[in-house]
């Protein structure tokens, strides 16, 4: 038999509300998901939580980026208040001086369709605020030579410039080939005064913190008030000897010239590197006599100078890099036996002179050695030389790597400045330094994206990176020298384009001074020409850029050179000014409100940053001419260091010359032999001579 069947039957319930029978809650979702959890495998559950742990730690590491594109958002609508000023909050670091006759830089009045001419930042900010008012970057370059001088603002590759009223900033860019007589747009005379006294009070406010913190000590820590030894010999206040002199500030130069006459002593145990002692100390000394006349300073560099000779003796005659002073040993770094390109080959100057001076030819012999052996090298690239030379092997290490930046940069620079300070006689060094130029157009210089700044970047083994260190700005003024010394036209031109990408280094900050290393963006479609790395955002107050600033000014009498040294100093004072005394370098260029000082003053600022600054900014074509002397500038290879040297001024003013010749000790031969002087400058003396019954 058969089962009865069951007949089928579907069961529909409906619960009422409130009755529990379905719960969306959180608490029921909740135990869902970690009933789901807990069903998973061993395995299953640790790749999960690997992942987790893996995008949380790329989300830290991609934080600072988006944090900036962030805060680049929201500053394109605070930049468009025209009143809007960026100022740190540091402790102890002063604002701008308010103290001028007049306001350095004038406010200007708001205008809807142009950022305000007191903001900072890239490209891409001004960018976005145009295409808010429906103009693209390229219309607003194209408009911009119809501003009116009056409105204080030019726009050049896409960034805005603040500039002086009455000055050459506004002129229209295609005027460039004018002759620079129908450049000049002359300031006032009031506003020349005023900038140049404000070189001088930056000088008197950095000496006042070396003064009160650290007199006769290498540096001061002007935050901490105290000091930091390197040598152990003064080097600041050697540094800055012959900038007091120029600026005339008679009484900082005495007090400095004192403790050099008494207190400066070489006998002492120490390590010193042959390279900075060189352009710090000997360099600095050397100047300053040939600036004063006093011996005194040609006595002290004669005995630095003999005391770093011990560093040439060396299987290859490749000096080592430091130099017991004391003892008379010398040694390479524990870590190699290698020097740096840089180090070695830019001594020449100082030793050249010091054996001029002493008539003793073994400086000059040490560094010829040198200079020989580089030059007979293998392993450069169209003239380009590597970074590092062995000192046992003489031969160059670590091949492929081709940089105008730390560890090279005075190479290229010296060639040339040893061409000049020989009279233009030594054919060697112009061969090596034009080959050299036209290996860095071959291999090194390209156009940035979107508005094609010409830059110098480097080649590792084949390879070109968009690296360009602030270093490199010593370029544009180096190429402008040779010109006027009737090296080729173009060079010129390089020199000017390579000077509006150093310019744009500071522009394209936030707080308007240059990082230490910036990269170019070279793709289609970039947003803006400069990046920055975290580790590269720091400033050091170095002088590159504002000496070459320098040399373009003199030689073509564009005065937007001036407008962009004059606010390169007003953003050193508004970012690094230490309100007791002295200027600090900066870790970060790009936070305006939180620069993160780093508490030291570098020597080559008052040695050489604010020198260039005042030399630019003074209206005396003959204070420190360029005709009628001859540079050292000192440069760093391997370290962050660098400083600047005029030297052999073959003419003075009358009461100099006269203080010279009455010191009855000085015969006419040793007087002309000593100041190496120009036919011009022989002829005025020896009529001074005469008129004094001098045969």
């Known amino acids: 038999m058969h089962p009865p069947s069951r007949q089928d039957y579907v069961s529909i319930s409906f619960a009422e509300k409130g009755s529990g029978g379905y719960n969306n809650s959180k608490n029921w979702r909740r135990q869902s998901c970690w009933r789901k959890w807990k069903q998973l495998s061993r395995l299953q559950r640790s790749l999960i939580l690997f992942l987790l742990v893996l995008l949380f730690i790329c989300g830290i590491a991609s934080y600072p980026s988006f944090n900036e594109h962030l805060r680049s958002l929201t500053d394109g609508e605070q930049y468009t208040d025209s009143n809007s000023v960026l100022r740190p909050v540091i402790p102890h670091v002063l604002p701008e001086p308010v103290e001028q006759p007049r306001p350095p830089l004038p406010e200007q009045t708001s205008q809807k369709k142009l950022p305000a001419p007191n903001k900072r930042g890239p490209p891409v900010l001004h960018n976005r605020l145009q295409r808010k008012d429906n103009s693209s970057d390229t219309g607003l370059r ?15 590759h896409g960034a805005v410039i603040e500039t002086e009223q009455g000055t050459e900033g506004a002129k ?29 009070e930056a000088f008197r406010h950095a000496w006042k913190g070396y003064k009160d913190f650290a007199w006769g000590h290498d540096e001061l820590r002007p935050l901490s008030k105290s000091y930091s030894e390197w040598f152990g010999l003064g080097l600041t206040l050697i540094d800055s000897l012959d900038t007091m002199w120029i600026m005339g500030l008679k009484e900082e130069f005495e ?31 050397l100047s300053t006599y040939h600036l004063t006349g006093d011996t005194v300073f040609l006595e002290k ?42 180090e070695v080959t830019s001594i ?3 030793f050249r002179e010091l054996s001029r001076l002493t008539q003793e030819p073994q400086y000059q012999a040490a560094v010829a050695e040198v200079t020989n052996q580089v030059h007979k090298l293998d392993g450069k690239l169209d003239g380009l030389v590597p970074m590092f030379i062995n000192t046992n092997s003489g031969q160059f290490t670590h091949q492929g790597i081709y940089t105008l930046g730390a560890r090279a940069d005075s190479y290229y620079e010296y060639l040339l400045k040893q061409w000049i300070q020989g009279g233009k006689q030594e054919n060697q060094f112009l061969e090596d330094y034009l080959q050299a130029i036209e290996g860095v157009k071959k291999n090194l210089l390209q156009k940035s994206s979107p508005n094609g700044l010409t830059f110098v970047g480097e080649l590792s083994h084949g390879q070109f ?10 370029l544009p003024g180096t190429l402008a020298l040779g010109a006027h010394h009737g090296l080729p036209a173009d060079h010129m031109d390089l020199a000017k384009q390579l000077m509006e990408a150093c310019n744009q280094m500071y522009v394209q900050m936030e707080t308007g001074l240059s990082p230490e290393i910036v990269h170019f963006n070279m793709h289609e479609g970039s947003n803006r020409d400069i990046d920055v790395k975290l580790a590269d955002r720091h400033n050091l107050l170095r002088p590159e850029t504002v000496e070459s600033l320098f040399y373009l000014y003199r030689f073509t009498g564009d005065h937007k050179y001036r407008d962009w040294g004059w606010e390169i100093l007003q953003n050193f004072n508004k970012y690094t000014k230490v309100s007791s005394g002295g200027y600090t370098s900066i870790n970060n260029v790009r936070d305006p409100d939180y620069t993160s000082p780093r508490d030291k003053m570098e020597s080559f600022f008052l040695g050489e940053t604010l020198k260039y600054l005042y030399l630019l900014l003074s209206d005396d074509p003959d204070l420190i001419s360029l005709d009628h002397h001859r540079f050292i500038r000192r440069k760093p290879g ?3 260091h660098s400083s600047f040297r005029t030297l052999k001024p073959a003419q003075d003013t009358l009461s100099v010359l006269s203080g010279l010749y009455t010191q009855e000790t000085m015969s006419w031969t040793r007087f002309s032999n000593l100041l190496e002087l120009e036919r011009d400058s022989v002829r005025l003396i020896k009529r001074l001579f005469r008129t004094r019954g001098s045969p």
């Open 142 to 156: 194209e408009k911009a030579p119809e501003i009116k001088k009056d409105e204080g603002v030019i726009s050049w």
């Open 172 to 200: 229209d860019e295609g005027n460039k080939e004018a002759s620079p007589a129908n450049k000049k747009a002359e300031p006032t005379n009031e506003t020349d005064a005023s900038r140049l006294e404000g070189v001088r």
């Open 255 to 285: 007090e400095a010239k004192t403790w050099v006459a008494t207190e400066l002593t070489f006998n002492k145990n120490v390590d010193v590197n042959l390279f900075e002692s060189t352009i710090r100390i000997l360099g600095g000394l």
């Open 301 to 342: 560099a004669k005995d630095i100078g003999s005391r770093l000779m011990p560093a040439f003796n060396t299987p290859s005659k490749i000096p080592y890099s430091d130099v017991n002073i004391g003892k008379g040993t010398a040694h390479p770094p524990r870590w190699t036996s290698d020097s740096t390109v840089a």
């Open 348 to 350: 020449q100057l100082e």
């Open 465 to 474: 990176s968009p690296k360009m260190d602030h270093l490199v700005c010593f």
């Open 638 to 640: 391997s370290s962050e």
